[in-house]
């Protein structure tokens, strides 16, 4: 028997066994429908492509009755120019109908708030980002306090934040779970007030970063040089750094090659790492490594992607919910979300409690790996 949803929680009807006659009897979620819930009507058809698809409708003074609810996406103007990444976007948009709307954002010029202001200008309730971990942490960092919930269609190489979801990687089966989801509170992680979704850090990783940009902008990008810049970063590694850590409230100094705040249950289990219980209740878990010199380095590494990595041993794990990290450059190199920037020290890393709203997937349409 097929769950249907009603006021006051939060279940779907499968679409492929829905009918017309049970439809009158269901309203859409709330954070679809901004005007009465008795005055809604929802449908559940195949889109034009024959795939099946939720398709809200909201009441309007137009003359027509009722009209259907549309979605935005944003899609990193890369993804536009990358033939595989085109024609994911594509298959994802014939799942979400002809009433959806694509803008590209190009963020060396487009800034990310009017992009979405404008959307939800047009009474858009669902932006969907289209992208890896960096674009999705781009139009995360603007649905702060607003009234629009945001979707989540992977398009990047690690999709972490997506996989911690439960999100389909393949586009259109992407696009039909967020059709079908359902909309939850989600806490973000900040530093010094730049939002991170997955990680962020200090030390030898943005170093890392910083390499790889460089040489994939002299050579092209090949993964061989990706993995020759962490070899050549590692070659050129100099001293530790001396920090000091005040974890809600309780201060620690260390001497670290890396400092790494994870906010991504997922990513950390991917590797075998503890912290998940840390992450799943609105804190942060700190991993600050042991490894001193270059040979320490490689150790660290080879034990990190072969998932042998232990606390204790390898690293020092700090379960907190509010971190200041104190240490002398007084504008370190931060990556988040594989970004990066400079920010000025001391660094403070903040939750911001239940600050966005993100669609996710029934449990039926969950995928674990």
């Not at 979400?96 to 694509?102: H, S, T, V």
């Not at 997506?162 to 990687?169: C, N």
């Not at 270059?294 to 990190?304: E, V």
């Amino acid at each position: 028997m097929s769950r249907v949803w009603k006021p006051g929680n939060q279940l779907w009807s499968d679409p492929k066994r829905l009918n017309s006659a049970r439809l009158q009897t269901i309203s859409p979620p709330a954070w679809i429908c901004k005007g009465s819930l008795a005055a809604c009507q929802s449908c559940a058809t195949s889109d034009a492509t024959g795939s099946p698809a939720l398709r809200w409708f909201m009441a309007k003074e137009d003359g027509n009755g009722m009209q259907a609810k549309a979605l935005g996406v944003v899609a990193n103007a890369g993804s536009g120019r990358n033939s595989r990444e085109k024609e994911a976007v594509e298959h994802a948009m014939k799942v979400f109908g002809p009433n959806a709307r694509l803008v590209y954002w190009e963020p060396e010029t487009d800034r990310m708030a009017d992009l979405i202001d404008e959307l939800e200008a047009e009474g858009r309730d669902l932006i969907v980002a289209a992208g890896g971990d960096g674009t999705i942490m781009a139009v995360a960092s603007e649905m702060r306090d607003r009234k629009a919930a945001m979707g989540v269609l992977p398009l990047g190489t690690f999709n972490f934040f997506a996989r911690g979801l439960g999100l389909p990687q393949e586009p259109q089966e992407a696009a039909e779970a967020i059709l079908a989801g359902r909309a939850e509170k989600m806490s973000l992680g900040t530093v010094n007030g730049q939002v991170f979704l997955n990680n962020a850090s200090l030390g030898i990783y943005p170093s890392i970063l910083k390499q790889r940009e460089d040489v994939y902008e002299r050579w092209g990008r090949y993964r061989l040089l990706a993995h020759w810049s962490v070899i050549k970063t590692f070659l050129g590694f100099q001293r530790p750094m001396s920090l000091s850590i005040v974890a809600d409230g309780e201060r620690r100094d260390f001497r670290t090659p890396l400092l790494f705040v994870a906010r991504s249950a997922y990513q950390i289990e991917h590797y075998g790492l503890e912290g998940a219980e840390a992450i799943n209740g609105d804190r942060f878990a700190m991993f600050v490594a042991k490894a001193e010199g270059r040979t320490g380095l490689f150790r660290l590494a080879w034990r990190l992607v072969s998932r042998r990595l232990e606390v204790g041993r390898d690293v020092t794990l700090i379960d907190a919910a509010e971190i200041e990290v104190e240490l002398r450059q007084k504008t370190p190199l931060v990556a988040f979300d594989g970004e990066k920037a400079r920010m000025r020290a001391p660094l403070r890393f903040k939750i911001l409690k239940d600050a966005i709203s993100v669609v996710m997937p029934r449990p039926e349409d969950e995928v674990s790996a």
